[in-house]
Structure formats: structure tokens, C-alpha cells
């Protein structure tokens, strides 16, 4: 039985559902029973000509996707393309009308080096990202709508450093020691420490998440997202003209579907730094499951906003360099890190919620390498090997031309930063 079958929300709509998340999220919402639409202003798009770079994957035009999948599902998706965080009319109109009973916000601009490329990068992250979501949020009280907010945050948030602990589901409890000597006992959100503007975004939605749930009854779940590996879905699957979104140059492109294309190509693994670097992932069909069980499970009116860490499994990126490496045999290549970020860190990420709500995680010992290596193969002749290196710098000490010295051992850890 579907999530859909069982709770009252039925009415979905998604912003950002033409990007890599939200695509495939709104084909497994309206698989499972869900009347969806979607709100987009195909900006994802418009950066794939900015930095000349298309994804791996070839994308059918936004109407020729929606046919498609009318075609092998009998489900209409609708679909609305303007800008979030700057038509604010449309939105409150459109809540209105539709009457969404769950709102899922992708609508953000998604990559931290994107974020870092620049200070106009930089200043159009945090419209784009901040407006979006206070848009949203005060059109949802404009309105009169009680819709339950679903956003995609990140474990970024949290920063990378070594906490010694395992870092918990959004709230940290405090004990500090009075004036009179007595110990008041609180909860807060776990300190931030974002390491990028993008990053920085996303520690402001908290904020303004607390802030509309505490003063207007807003129910929200923030999902605290690890990068996304994998590329299909059950749902895109189904007909070419589906197809996900494969990103694969040094802004878009996620670690391990990075490796697994260099691979696939024949082109050396990039590694940053000394790939000490430990990151928090999950697939991308387990994000789409992830979002309907946040959907069928919402905060009780009057709840604060539910935190909870939407990842499966912890990995050193120099371990998963290795791993795709002896799988086939591809060199390594360690380069530079355009990142002020500490040379090694450990994670530990406390993920119980969604276990208990019925996830059951797809890891990297599935042997769905093979499904991103197939694609990647595929669709090589469509890849720019000029694009592969990130050239986006976090300080201007850091923007070095990349080198293309192969090596089989990382750099000595420099001190942390």
C-alpha cells in the first residue's frame, strides 16, 4: 500500500520539479497515487548555457518529459514556470487555486562550488535561495493555506568538522549554569558552521523555518540531505524521454557519479586536497522515498519543525576514489582543493527517523555502480572532458589551473583551515 492510499494529503506540489531531485520526485509522487504539479523557471537549465556544459544525460524539453510520462503512466503532472522568489502573486494565486495539502521545496540553487564561482554567484545564491523560501512561506500565510512544507536541505549545514559526537537530528540539548549556579536545560538547533554560500543558504531557511512555524503554525519537515549518487529512478526509467538529469562538471557534478563517469571515459579520478574529506550519501531513488515518507508522516499542528538527517551511509572520498579504482582500474588524480576546508574530518550522522518510518537504505554494496557506469558509458560521446575539474575557487589564494600529474598516493595533510 502507497503513503498516498494511507494519509489525507493528496495534492503535492513541487518547486524545482524539473531539477535532479525534483524530476525524479514528482514521476514517484504521481506514481504512488498523488495528484502533482509542478512550479518551475527551468533556471537549472539556463546554467547549463552559462557554463556550457549540458548534462551526461540528454533532457527532453519540460513538455515533451510531462507527455512522455502521460503517455507511460495514464497520470497528468501540471505544470506552472515562473520564479518563485520573485513572482510572489503567481504563488499566492496558485496556492489558491490548487490547494495543495504538501508543498515540496526544491526550488534552490543546488551547488556550492555554482555558489562560490563568483560574487555575482554568490549574491544570485542568496536571492534566489532566501527569497524562494520566504516567499513561499508568506504566500503559505497570505493565503490561508495549511499546507505541510517538505524542504531538501543539506547535512552541509552542519559543517564538516570533527564533533566527536554523532550528530544529531536538528536539535542539540544545552545544559548551562545560571547566574544563581542551578543548570537550565534547553534545546537548539545544532550549531551551523556552512561552508559555502550555498551552505549558508540553507542555514538561513532554518531559521526562517522556526521563525513561520513559531509565529504562524507553519508545519514544516526539513530534510538534511547527503550528496546524491545515482542518476535513475524506477519511475525514469520507464521510457528515455524520462530520463534524469546526470551532471558531471566540477560545479554540478556530485562526487561519486564524478568518479564513476571518469571511469567510464577513461579520464582520471579527481580528487581535491587529500580526499580525507568524509561526506554523508544516499541514492537518488532512496531522496524520492525519503520525500514520501516526510509526506505521510507530518508534524502535528503546533509541532516545531521537524529536523530529520536524510542519508544512508558515511564515506571518505579518497576510500571511494579507491574503490571505484580497483573496480576499473581507472588512475587517480589528486589536484588541488579549491575548498577552505579541513584536510580530514570524520562523520557521524544519526539518521534513526526515517529508518523507523520504514526506509530501507540502497548502499553502495547493491552493485548499482553498474547502473551509473552503464549510463555513463552510454552517453560518453556527450561528454566535455574541459568540464570535468572544478575551477570555482572558495578564496582567490585557491584558483589554480588544475594539474594533470597522476598519482597513486594523496598529498600530506596540510593543517586544517
Known amino acids: 500500500m502507497s503513503i498516498a492510499s494511507r494519509n489525507s494529503a493528496r495534492r503535492i506540489l513541487i518547486l524545482g520539479g524539473d ?36 548534462s551526461l544525460t540528454p533532457i527532453r524539453p519540460m513538455s515533451e518529459r510531462l507527455a512522455a510520462w502521460a503517455e507511460v503512466s495514464g497520470r497528468e503532472i501540471g505544470f506552472h514556470r515562473f520564479d518563485v522568489a520573485r513572482n510572489y502573486q503567481r504563488m499566492v494565486n496558485l496556492l489558491l487555486d490548487f490547494e495543495p495539502d504538501a508543498i515540496v521545496h526544491f526550488a534552490e540553487q543546488r551547488a556550492a562550488p555554482y555558489s562560490m564561482k563568483s560574487a555575482a554567484h554568490k549574491r544570485y545564491t542568496v536571492d534566489n535561495n532566501v527569497g524562494a523560501t520566504h516567499s513561499l512561506l508568506a504566500a503559505l500565510v497570505e493565503s490561508g493555506i495549511d499546507a505541510h512544507v ?24 544545552v545544559h548551562v549554569e545560571t547566574e544563581a549556579g542551578a543548570m537550565a536545560t534547553d534545546e537548539i538547533l545544532y550549531p551551523a558552521h556552512p561552508g559555502s554560500v550555498y551552505h549558508l543558504t540553507k542555514t538561513q531557511d532554518q531559521l526562517t523555518f522556526a521563525f513561520y512555524n513559531r509565529n ?89 519543525v521537524r529536523i530529520l538527517n536524510q542519508m544512508t551511509e558515511t564515506h571518505r572520498v579518497r576510500d571511494l576514489a579507491d574503490r571505484v579504482a580497483a573496480l576499473t582500474g581507472a588512475p587517480i588524480d589528486y589536484l588541488p582543493n579549491p575548498r577552505v576546508e579541513a584536510a580530514e ?73
Not at 520526485?25 to 546554467?47: F, K, P, Q, W
Not at 574529506?277 to 524520492?288: C, G, K, L, S
Request: aromatic share 8%.
Open 216 to 304: 504562524d503554525g507553519i508545519r514544516v519537515t526539513d530534510l538534511h540531505q547527503g550528496i546524491v549518487w545515482g542518476t535513475q529512478t524506477e519511475q525514469t526509467a520507464r521510457d528515455e524521454r524520462l530520463i534524469n538529469r546526470f551532471d558531471y562538471d566540477g560545479d554540478y557534478g556530485t562526487v561519486l557519479n564524478r568518479f564513476l563517469m571518469q571511469a567510464a571515459i577513461g579520464y582520471p579520478l579527481t580528487v581535491h586536497g587529500t580526499g580525507g574529506q568524509t561526506r554523508a550519501f544516499i541514492h537518488i531513488q532512496d531522496t524520492v522515498r525519503c520525500i514520501e515518507l516526510a509526506i505521510g508522516n507530518p508534524p502535528a499542528a503546533g509541532e516545531r
Open 345 to 417: 574530518n570524520d562523520l557521524h550522522v544519526a539518521n534513526d527517523t526515517l529508518i523507523q518510518l520504514g526506509l530501507r537504505p540502497t548502499t553502495l554494496d547493491t552493485g548499482l555502480f553498474t547502473e551509473v557506469t552503464d549510463i555513463a558509458a552510454r552517453f560518453a560521446h556527450r561528454a566535455d572532458t574541459r568540464r570535468i575539474v572544478c575551477r570555482s575557487a572558495w578564496r582567490a589564494d585557491r584558483r589554480t589551473e588544475p594539474t594533470t600529474t597522476v598519482t597513486t598516493a594523496p598529498p600530506a595533510a596540510s593543517t586544517p583551515v
Open 19 to 54: 531539477g535532479f531531485c525534483g524530476w525524479p520526485t514528482a514521476l514517484h509522487l504521481s506514481d504512488a497515487g498523488y495528484d502533482v504539479t509542478i512550479v518551475d523557471n527551468l533556471s537549472r537549465r539556463m546554467i547549463d548555457v552559462e557554463l556550457e556544459v549540458e
Open 150 to 173: 517538505v524542504h531538501l536541505g543539506t547535512m552541509g549545514v552542519y559543517g564538516y568538522g570533527s564533533a566527536g559526537m554523532k550528530i544529531p537530528e536538528g536539535y542539540l540539548k
